[in-house]
Every structure is written in C-alpha cells, then in structure tokens.
C-alpha cells in the first residue's frame, strides 16, 4: 500500500530526479488516476506501450485501455474498488492500444493516501505478450512430453506381456497345423481344433495391437496409395459398419502416396470404423475421408496426407476424450469391447512417423484424423502379390527358442523344404561355410554378440545372393531395418511363409 504523509509528498515533489526516472522508462506505463479512474500523470513507457502522448489521454478514463466487454462488464471499477478495499489490485489480462490491438498486460493498482483520505491511484502495466506466449508454449510442449512419456511407459509395459504372449501363440498356431493333420476326422477333434485355432487367432489379434501400441510390431511399410487400399478392403468395412450404418467415402483424387505398414493400416481403418459404428446405434453415416495437407506444427510439420473417420454419433464426453487412445480403456461394457482398438490407431500412426488426432461434439459425432508423412521416394508403388509355391532346397533355421523352432522346422517341411537349425547368429555362419544353404530364416532378437539383423547385413556382405528372411514378434529392431530386409512378423501361419519366401529377391 502506498501510503503518504505530507512529509513524504513534499519530499516525492522535491525529488525531480525521481520523477525523471518514472518518466523515462520506458518498459513500465507508470502514470496516476484520480479517485475516480481520470488519468492524471502518464510516462513514456505509459506512450510506448499503449500508443497515446500525454496530451492525448490526460484527463481521460483508464478505462479506455479495456476491452469492450470488460467495460461492459464494470471491470475497471471493479479494479478500483479491489485496490481500495484490499490495499492492492494485481491482474494479467488483455488490454487494447490505441491503434485497436490487444496486449497481454500485467496490471498493478495501488491506492494512495493522503492523510487518511484517498487521493488516487497509482498504475504500473506491463506488456507481457511475448513472456505469456512463450509461457503458453512451454506448458503445451510439457503437456505433450507428459502425455508422450506416459505412453512410453505404457508401451514398455503392454510390450513386454505381449511380446511373451506371441512366442506362446505362435507355439500354439503352429503345433496346431501338425495336430490337424494328425487328428482323426472325427467331428469332436476337428471341433476342438477349430476352437482352439480361432481362439488362438483372436489371441494373435489382440496382442497384435497390443504391440502395435507399443511400437513394437514388426512393420514392412511400403509406398501405399490410400484410395486402393480401401478398395481393396471395401467389403470388409461395409461388414465392419453393418447394415444401418451408411458408408461413404471422400477421398481426394490426387492423393500422395503414404508409407506405412499395410495391414497396421487396415487394422487401423476398421478399428475407427467399428467405434463410428458402436457410437451410432440408431444409424447415420461413417464417412471415410482422406486429402493432402501442409502442417506447420513443432512436431509434425510438412506434407502429411490426412486420413479422416468422421461419425454422427453420440460424441465423447470431454472427461474421456483423454483417455481413449489408452489401451484397455473402453466405455463398452463387457465383452464389447477390449479398449485395444484406438491404441492400435495410435501405434500405427506414430510408427509410420505421424500421429492421430480426435474431435468430437456430444451428440453431434466424432471424427478421427490420421496424419502420414508424405512419401517422396519413387520406389513402385505396392508389390504384386504372390501366390504360394511349393518350396524346394535347404532353409539354415536360426532360432534360439526349441519350441518355437519346432514349429519353424514343421512348417517349412511342409512347404517342402529340408532344415537345418542352429540357435544363434555365429553358428548360422559356420553352418553356411560348411554346408549348402539357399535360404536363411532367422529370428531378429537372439542372445550371443550378434542378433539377426547383424547376421543379415553380414551375410550380404560375404554371400549377396544368399536370400534372408527375418522374422520377429516383437522388436525395437525391426523400426531401424524398415526396408532393408523383408520381416515376417509372428506368430505367422504356413501361407503367410510361404507368401514370403516367395517374395525374397534372389
Ligand atoms: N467414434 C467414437 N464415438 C464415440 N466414442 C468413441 C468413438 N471411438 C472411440 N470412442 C470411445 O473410446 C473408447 C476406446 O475405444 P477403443 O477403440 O480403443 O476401444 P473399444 O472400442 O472400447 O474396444 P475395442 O476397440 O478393443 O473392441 C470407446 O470405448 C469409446 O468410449
Ligand atoms: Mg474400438
């Protein structure tokens, strides 16, 4: 509070040296209003940052600097009763210059006395825009860190689990295929089969998503064109969206190409397309959109294609939005839903170098946005697909797990090859010198010095037409070899590796 007895004002008159200073600077309005708001002193930093001379604002309500719905609102009296009553108003706020712009200001008001009888006020405003905006974008970028390391820790978490949970699947799924063969024909054991493969597959789907999430799903991206793919799956949507749901699509003509993996990207579109579904259970339209863009943001800037799912469905309530693209997060009841579905989408995204985006209005419906980086290489677009072939010749199987080779060794029998199988990366070379090999099929994280990948750059080096397939269920790996050397992700079933190997180049 300030306070002065005529003392003190005699000595503050007397001070001409002082008052220069309040005059001269130039990065606080310092100035004085009556007991009524009338301004009665002002400074340069007063002229600098709000734009008026002297001449122009002595005499002038201080209310002038508000905006019009401030004013409207009586805040600048307000102001002034706060700071008589309480010794001190302080506030951040927008304030408007002369010439119509708005300020971020930070504002003091200090009532002044003299003998006891309030005299005026003194105001000290400050222009803090660029300190506000600078304040504004260290929170976002906390909060985006914030938001990206819970779901580090997340993807650590549901990695791991469904990494294990692959090796057993694929256990499982393949001894199945011997066991089918085996069984007689039987109803009862061809039922129980049947039983445990489609759990088994539901299995596999779940934990594929789990590691998707995680970011640790193999991925073979390639240079794809989104308007095929949703040819290629339309059938599969319309299923996807049942029969009181309408479906339509806006997809830009000239779309660029995107890379990404194409089944993840598949997943991904019927998992949305689900969730647009589920939110609309008295019907309406799921439309599937997609159009260039240019982002300009910190993390995602530059050509993006945007890939939309929009809803008219029930909305998201804003205390869930938040949660949503967590896995086993889920509003559905039982049995309904796994909350596994956004998490996959959000994976996806952000392995393929994008991300994902939500907007949604309670009652109104929901629209989901995938962003994917433009793809510039010219590499064609979309391999042929390739029907499966009967192999012949000897595949070298390096595979650290019995079990797990097992099954390998079943499979590739039953395509016809001859295996031989070591455990880790250094006996595979040995093996190769030795022996005639004309395929090697190895795993990507094994124990010894060298793992997978090392044994397949390796092996391009001393034997370049030696064809390599590398396979993993899960692997931190597989994101710095994208490209490089076909993967076959586990668990796999006998025609997706027969499919592979029939694509290697030799
Ligand atoms: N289009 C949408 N409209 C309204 N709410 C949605 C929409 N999409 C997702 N949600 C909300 O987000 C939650 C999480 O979605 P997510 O797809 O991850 O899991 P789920 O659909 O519940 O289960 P799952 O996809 O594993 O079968 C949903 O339970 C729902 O509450
Ligand atoms: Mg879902």
Redesign the pocket.
């Given at each position: 509070m300030v306070k002065k007895s005529s003392q003190q004002r005699d000595l503050f008159e007397s001070e001409r040296s002082f008052r220069l200073l309040v005059e001269g600077v130039a990065d606080y309005a310092l100035y004085m209003l009556d007991p009524n708001g009338i301004i009665t002193s002002w400074n340069i930093g007063g002229e600098r940052i709000k734009g008026y001379s002297p001449q122009e604002i002595l005499g002038e309500h201080f209310s002038r600097f508000y905006t019009e719905t401030d004013r409207t609102n009586g805040k600048p009296a307000r102001a002034l009763g706060i700071a008589r009553e309480q010794g001190r108003y302080e506030e951040e706020g927008w304030r408007v210059r002369k010439d119509g712009t708005f300020f971020w200001a930070s504002v003091v008001i200090d009532p002044i006395y003299e003998d006891g009888k309030l005299v005026g006020f003194a105001k000290i405003t400050r222009d803090i825009t660029e300190r506000r905006e600078t304040q504004l974008k260290l929170e976002a970028m906390q909060t985006q860190l914030a938001e990206s390391q819970k779901f580090d820790a997340l993807g650590q978490l549901t990695g791991g689990v469904a990494h294990d949970f692959n090796n057993l699947l694929m256990i499982i799924s393949g001894s199945l295929h011997i066991l089918r063969k085996a069984a007689p024909d039987d109803s009862k054991f061809q039922r129980a089969i049947l039983a445990i493969d489609t759990a088994t597959r539901r299995g596999a789907a779940l934990t594929g998503?789990l590691l998707t999430f995680a970011r640790r799903q193999s991925v073979n991206p390639q240079p794809i064109r989104f308007g095929d793919r949703v040819e290629a799956i339309r059938e599969v949507l319309h299923a996807g969206v049942g029969s009181a749901v309408r479906l339509a699509f806006e997809i830009e003509r000239d779309l660029w190409p995107v890379k990404a993996d194409v089944s993840e990207l598949e997943t991904g579109l019927l998992?949305l397309v689900?969730?647009?579904r589920?939110?609309m259970p008295n019907g309406g339209t799921v439309t599937i959109g997609a159009h260039n863009t240019v982002l300009n943001d910190p993390l995602h800037s530059g050509e993006y294609v945007a890939i939309t799912v929009a809803?008219t469905?029930?909305?998201?309530p804003s205390d869930?939005v938040d949660k949503?693209?967590e896995p086993f997060?889920?509003?559905?009841p039982v049995g309904?839903?796994?909350?596994?579905?956004?998490?996959q989408v959000h994976g996806f995204a952000h392995q393929a170098g994008g991300t994902v985006k939500v907007a949604?209005e309670l009652g109104k419906g929901?629209t989901?946005t995938i962003l994917l980086p433009r793809e510039t290489a010219t590499a064609p677009v979309e391999a042929l697909e390739v029907g499966p072939v009967r192999g012949s010749g000897t595949v070298l199987l390096v595979e650290d797990n019995p079990d797990v080779a097992l099954v390998s060794i079943g499979l590739l029998e039953q395509l016809g090859y001859r295996v031989h199988r070591v455990s880790d990366a250094e006996s595979a070379l040995r093996e190769i010198e030795n022996t005639g090999v004309d395929l090697v099929f190895s795993d990507i994280v094994m124990p010894g010095k060298m793992d997978g990948l090392g044994l397949a750059h390796r092996l391009r080096q001393i034997r370049p037409n030696l064809p390599v397939l590398l396979a993993t269920g899960y692997s931190e790996a597989a994101a710095d070899v994208r490209g490089d050397f076909p993967i076959l992700r586990k668990p796999y079933e006998i025609h997706e590796l027969s499919e592979a190997i029939s694509k290697l180049p030799r």
């Open positions: 998503q998992n689900i969730n647009a589920d939110a809803d469905g029930l909305g998201i869930v949503i693209f997060f889920t509003t559905k309904k839903g796994t909350g596994l579905g956004l998490s949604s929901t989901f």
